[in-house]
Structure formats: structure tokens, C-alpha cells
């Protein structure tokens, strides 16, 4: 099931089966000279449908990818398939067009889940623009995240920004160019020396903030002159700069001029992280996995919450690898634990790291949006409300769709109301 089974260059989506992959997507644009980019993740290699139906994140201004969902087709436990939207209208023009249905809006119900298998996907996808401008701003200290991130936000409620900006700390863009040995000798977290000289290196600050603007050349500059002027007022120690880049005799611009992943070039080249903390003799297996939460919006709390992460990180001897998705309203905040899968110290560093997060979290009143599924569980948990009645809603959905477990048990922590002979108490 890899087909690419329709692609509309005027209203902008793309309908396509499983095995559909973001590069192939991307090359059959360039195939076909259409003007048109796909929200493509961190990783190129993964299925459209498969990232998008659990809720990833690409970074054109088409990124938040669940909420540009057209329409799908699936398989229910049952056998039968059911299309959403105006795709369950038979022969309908609007087929792709409009998510909306009549009556309960079912999508939502196939994101994450184990109540059907969704076989294909229609995804509305960004048009060519005619100028592009990527904007990074290099803020000198921790606690510089917060006036950028309130910086952000304010770009945001004026209607100046277009995709969500992408905040990283120096570990964790250092760590694509060389690995752990190579930039400090003596074992633990980096130094306050060895991040001195790494911020010289790269020539930038603690954090990294990047974000992209798409259109006329004139609407561009002059999106661009505002957020110069906010970040100049909101964080006046920063550096920031810019990359324009303009179509040619009238065309939209070339993407591969810009190579990046906010224009929609897939890559493989951030796995290079996995292998950051690999020995320097050559040995081991990189892996990573994260806990990501979703955070409001708040310069203050994200600083807040960044304290807390850093110190559980630092105190199991690993550097804190952030990411924040910075989205209007809330943002993702991305914390990785990258190991060596072959070294055992490692793997239990890694269970301490992703637990105490969890707990902390719980405490503070945080949850991951998505999780490896060995921490489906305890994610699940932290969703408490009235007696966890989310779980239990959801789970009396299951039985009524699935009652003997075909699809997934477990997964996102909701079971089949009858698991392997057992009860919900355990019992045969």
C-alpha cells in the first residue's frame, strides 16, 4: 500500500496509502514540477500517514499535520470501512476538500489509536511560495528563553508569524556536528567552559531559536521588519539574522535552493544525534527516546519547567537535549535522552530520566502528547481527571468497536475490556 493516489496542485492536498513515504512525496513533486510542499518531519524516511495520524510535526506553516487532515478511509475491527468528512459523501467534489462532516466529528478517533486502521489519508499540503526567509535568533543565556518565547507569542497574536518556531538548546545542535568526546574530555554534563566554547564555535548562544516566513516578496520584508523590531525591544542581547531567498522570472522559489526541512526537503541527517554519546572507540548503538510535554505558552513557565528537566538530566550524568515546538498557544517541549542501546548503565539511566520527568510532570500538572510504547501506561495515567474517566470513556469505545482486542491492545494505554483471558482487575 504505497501509492500516491492523488495529488490537487490548485487546492493544495495530496491523498495517500501507508507505505507513502515524506521522500516520496517530495521527489514526485519534483518528478512532475508541482508547486507544492509537504510538511516533512525531523526524519524523511517514516510513512505521511503513518506521522501524521500520530499527531508529528512538520515545520511549514502546514506543520501542525492532524489539523490539516482533508479525509481518511478505514478499516474497522469489524471489517467495514468508513470514510470521514465529505469523503463519506459518495462521488463528492469536496471529497478532500473539507474535513467537516454532519453530526460528531470522528477523525480524532483514529489520531493515536486502536479503534480502526486508517488505510488512507487525504492531507492538505502548502503552495510554492514566491519568496522565503528563514529568521534565527541566538539568545546568549538560559533564562533568554523566556522573553523569546513571550516574543513569539506576541508575533503570533499580531498575525506575523507562519509556522511554528523551532527552539533548540546548544547540546542539542552541537551534538549534530560532532559527538560528546570530540567536545569534552571529562565525563558528565557539559562544562560551563566547554559551552562557552561551544557557543564561540557555532558562533551563537544557549539557545537557538528558527522560524521561517513564506510569500510576496513585499508581505515578507515586511513581516520581516516587524518581528526585527519585537526581538530587538523583547531581547535586545540577541543576535539575529536572516536568509531571503526569491523565486526566479516569476516562479515560486526553488526549494532545493533552500535544502531546509521548513521548505519541505525531507532529510535523514538529524539521526546523526543518536550517536552522540557513543564511546570514542568506535563501539556501541546510538538510540534515543524522548519525554515530550505540552507546556502553555509562557516564557515563565517554560523557564520554570526547563530548570526542573535539566536538573533530573544532569542528575543521571546526561546533558539536557531540548527542542520546543513553539505553537501560538502551547508549545511541545521536546527532552531527549541519548544513549548507547548496548550498554546496560545506559538503558537504566534512561528509565530513571524518562520516570522522574513523568512524575515531575504529574506533579506540576503536565502531559506527554505522544510516547514510546513502554511509557503508554504511565502517560495514560497522567490524564486523571474524575477518576481517570478519559480512559475509561475511551476504553468503552474499544469494546463497543473492538471488543476482543483485534486492533493494538494497549496502545495510548487504552485496552480491550477482555486482554489475554483477563478481566480489567487481572482476574481469568
Known amino acids: 500500500m504505497n501509492r500516491i493516489l492523488d495529488v490537487n496542485e490548485k487546492l493544495a492536498y495530496v491523498v495517500v496509502e501507508p507505505g507513502v513515504t515524506f521522500f516520496d512525496i517530495y521527489d514526485h513533486f519534483q518528478k512532475h514540477k508541482i508547486n507544492l510542499w ?9 510513512s505521511v500517514l503513518g506521522n501524521t495520524v500520530d499527531r508529528g510535526h512538520g515545520y511549514t506553516p502546514s506543520g501542525d499535520r492532524q489539523h490539516f487532515i482533508g479525509s481518511m ?25 473539507c474535513s467537516n462532516s454532519f453530526g460528531p466529528q470522528v477523525d480524532g478517533l ?10 488512507k489519508l487525504a492531507l492538505h499540503v502548502d503552495c510554492a511560495p514566491a519568496s522565503f526567509m528563514n529568521i534565527k535568533v541566538h539568545c546568549p543565556e538560559i533564562e533568554d528563553i523566556s522573553p523569546l518565547i513571550d516574543a513569539l507569542q506576541q508575533l503570533d497574536r499580531e498575525g506575523i508569524t507562519q509556522n511554528h518556531a523551532m527552539i533548540t538548546n546548544i547540546n542539542h545542535f552541537a551534538s549534530h556536528d560532532a559527538p560528546k568526546h570530540a567536545q569534552q574530555s571529562v565525563p558528565g554534563p557539559l562544562t560551563p567552559e566547554t559551552i562557552t566554547k561551544l557557543k564561540e564555535k557555532y558562533q551563537t548562544g544557549y539557545w537557538r531559536g528558527s522560524f521561517d516566513l513564506y510569500g510576496p516578496k513585499e508581505l515578507v520584508l515586511a513581516r520581516w521588519a516587524r518581528i526585527e523590531g519585537v526581538l530587538k525591544e523583547k531581547l535586545p542581547t540577541a543576535r539575529v539574522e ?52 505540552i507546556l502553555p505558552c509562557s516564557g515563565k513557565v517554560v523557564l520554570e519547567w526547563f530548570r526542573k528537566a535539566k536538573y533530573i538530566m544532569e542528575e543521571q550524568g546526561v546533558d539536557p537535549f531540548i527542542g520546543c515546538h513553539v505553537f ?20 537504566e539511566g534512561g528509565r530513571k530520566v524518562v520516570d522522574a520527568l513523568l512524575t515531575e510532570a504529574k506533579n506540576v500538572g503536565f502531559a506527554n502528547y505522544r510516547s514510546h510504547i513502554q511509557h503508554m501506561d504511565a502517560v495514560q495515567d497522567l490524564y486523571g481527571f474524575n477518576g481517570h474517566i478519559y480512559k475509561r470513556f475511551v476504553e468503552t469505545l474499544k469494546h463497543a468497536v473492538d471488543p476482543n482486542g483485534i486492533i493494538a491492545p494497549g496502545k495510548q494505554g487504552i485496552w480491550p475490556t477482555k486482554k489475554a483471558g483477563r478481566n480489567r482487575e487481572g482476574k481469568m
Open 38 to 46: 509537504i510538511s516533512v518531519p525531523a526524519l524523511g524516511w517514516g
Open 110 to 119: 483514529f489520531l493515536q489509536s486502536n479503534f480502526g486502521i486508517v488505510t
Open 242 to 293: 536572516n536568509t531571503f531567498y526569491e523565486g526566479e522570472n516569476g516562479k515560486p522559489v526553488d526549494n532545493r535552493k533552500i535544502g531546509t526541512l521548513s521548505a519541505g526537503i525531507p532529510s535523514m541527517s538529524p539521526i546523526s544525534l543518536a550517536d552522540y554519546n557513543l564511546p570514542a572507540d568506535g563501539t556501541g548503538a546510538g538510540a534515543h527516546v524522548d519525554t515530550t510535554l
Open 328 to 347: 501560538p498557544k502551547y508549545i511541545l517541549f521536546v527532552q531527549e535522552y541519548v544513549f548507547d542501546k548496548t550498554n546496560p548503565r545506559h538503558r
Open 73 to 97: 478511509e478505514v478499516v474497522l475491527p469489524s471489517g467495514d470501512i468508513l470514510r470521514t468528512g465529505q469523503w463519506a459523501v459518495p462521488n463528492s467534489p469536496s471529497a478532500h476538500a
